[in-house]
């Protein structure tokens, strides 16, 4: 059983991977786009959780690295999505839904 | 003012200056109201290119903090990004000429090769990562951008879930080698395995190079290639398929040169490791290319070759050569295969679609564009005057040289012979293109429905420097020593 005092690493990448695996788990289960979308944000910010975490932890006392890092996953993670739902939208006016499974045209 | 200049010497980042200027000018100028300011969209981007070249040229050699490395890697890869933006830009005046929409088009076309430019100098992952992510998210619309299609929309779809997934797998593991080596640039991270690092760390970077491998379409990142290429414009193929290529090679180069120390997956050695999985993919890749009935399925899985093959030249680091090899495979890559997708453009406004039975018998009513297709799909195969023959034989060369050196992997010479095995099928799958094109009957029905147009000349240019490009660095027999000594 880990540590997971606030003060101690093990509780913060404790929680990140469990958002990660959430997020694999969504994206391996969900049919619905948008579903998917929410476990890749789940997988980016499992990573900005861990940065932040490392770089509070880092051996050096104030490593600046780590929560600059999670700055930017916080930007580009909206900026993904923004794009996303954008494209989902395309998806949704030509096909009338954004099930997986429902908006296949491509094949060999 | 001077404390700036010390932090951040923007002598070194002025090719990425000139770009960054064309993307917002043409943002700019995709806000007025005037038509004509609208349309120039794809000019200001061909004259930043040419201005960022110019500079390119010319550019010193040095380190912007621990972020960006410009060095001869950089240099090369800039001189491939570079006039290759251009040429797509050029290309899509020539094949987007109806469309109201150039503005935003030409500005994702310029995002793609800055974030190209960015990921090919990073030297520390967060800085790779971000110009990954510009790559990406500017492909995104790319492929999606024939509004109101539903394959362009569901490849988008796909492309922009299957690409973000791989990203945050990558953002994952590079959390993790920041954790256990307590850096993020690359001769840090270098520098804490040498001092023994925990195997943690190792593992984390093969998660971090999961996006590299998507980049450069590697096993198992490949499955969004056949169906997002499918469903996409020609020109917006033509664009995804080299660009980001170019980046992810010149960030494995500078990975595997100062970060990964060679026993990392001791006891096998890395380049033999990495040869190997290579070959494999260009096998499936060469295989499963001979089942497909649409022309940009082929040439997505024959991308997927490609990028394997240059894969397979990377793993034979850390030799110049090696590097070299790697470049100039993309150089002759990259001329045929964008040349082959305008092609394609061509004959898919005029017959409605890229599948083969669409094709048949365009040799009939279009018979220079189908002609030159026919060209770079040969030069693709390796075909022996064309371009595509020398670049097989710098990485044949290389990876031959590593397996059989003393003390040299058994595992390249096995790459070399899957190699060989993968060249040979996958020029099958090339011909069933071409027989399509020149031999089969065309179908009645299709005859009727065919529109004629004439070709743009901004097309006609680009297929002109593309044709001199297959020929001219098919006789460019000592350019892989050029390039070497470029590094």
Partial sequence: ?108 | MIAFAEAFPLALVRPEAALTGGLLAILASDLSPGANARRLGPVLGIVSCAVAMWLACAAPVGNVGTMLAIDGVTTLARLLILPLTAFLLLGGMGERRHGNDTGAWSASVVAVGLGALIAAAAANFVALWLGLELVALAGYTLVAFRGGDRRSAEAGMKFVLFGGAVSAVMLFGISHVYGATGHLDFVGIGAAFASGAPVLAGFALLLAGAGIAYKLTLAPFHFFAPDVYQGSPAIAVATVSTLPKIAAAAALVRILMTAVPPSLLAPVTLGGAIAVLAAVSMLLASFTALVQRDAKRIVAFSGIGHGAAVVLAIGCLPSREAAAAAGFYLLTYVGSNAGALLCLSVLERARGSTSLADLAGSWRSQPWVSSLLCLFLLSLAGVPPLAGFLGKWGVLQQALAAGMAPGGSSAMVVAVLLFLLATAVSAWSYLLVVRAVVFAEPAAANERTQRREPVALATRVVLGVSTVATFGFGLWLDGLVALARML
């Fill in chain 1, 1 to 108: 059983m880990p540590d997971i005092s606030p003060d101690r690493l093990d509780g913060y990448l404790l929680v990140a991977g469990i958002l990660f695996v959430a997020g694999v788990f969504a994206i391996i289960s969900r049919r619905n786009a948008i579903g998917v979308l929410i476990g890749i944000e789940l997988m980016l910010n499992a990573a900005a959780l861990q940065f932040a975490a490392y770089g509070r932890f880092a051996p050096s006392a104030a490593d600046p690295q780590g929560q600059t890092a999670a700055v930017f996953v916080v930007v580009v993670a909206a900026a993904e999505a923004a794009v996303a739902l954008a494209l989902f939208f395309a998806v949704y006016r030509t096909f009338r839904d954004v099930d997986l499974e429902a908006t296949r045209e491509l094949r060999s």
